[in-house]
């Protein structure tokens, strides 16, 4: 019994060790840096803001059709070498919440926005790897930097 009294002592002095080191290592938070890309496509526009660092990125993207409808909401997903992959997550014309995949290849600080084919995988969109992603200019937006 006395060397459980003994160790007793010691619980409260740990834990009071246990905080100083935790609060000692805290870090300031990372400050983002959004970019903001504008493109415009036979009498559409689209903007997105986007937070990158080397393996991922973060941001929101809106697309207005004629003015008249509008898709926004968020897009996040992983850098890889020159293309972003990942997912836009928006509001269809002010109704209702979808889901779909997004690439973005970046090119003399442009970015290109893809298309490809999309596959469904235990209910979440993604483009089939089996099939290129197409980054055509003529027919896709092409966002400059603003």
Not at 60 to 65: A, K
Not at 95 to 106: C, Y
Request: proline share 4%; aromatic share 14%; net charge positive.
């Amino acid at each position: 019994m006395g060397l459980f009294k003994r160790n007793f002592l010691y619980y409260p002095l740990f834990i009071l060790m246990l905080f100083i080191v935790a609060c000692s290592n805290s870090q300031k938070p990372t400050q983002l840096t959004y970019v903001k890309y504008v493109a415009h496509k036979q009498g559409d526009t689209a903007i997105v803001l986007l937070n990158q660092s080397k393996e991922m990125f973060t941001g929101t993207l809106m697309i207005n059709e004629h003015g008249v409808y509008r898709d926004s909401g968020t897009v996040k997903g992983l850098v890889k070498g020159d293309t972003l992959i990942g997912e836009f997550h928006f509001l269809h014309y002010k109704l209702e919440w979808k889901r779909k995949p997004i690439a973005f290849l970046m090119k003399n600080k442009q970015l290109i926005m893809g298309e490809g084919i999309t596959k469904m995988t235990v209910g979440i969109p993604h483009f089939d790897p089996t099939v290129p992603i197409n980054f055509n200019e003529d027919k896709q937006f092409v966002f400059f930097r603003n």
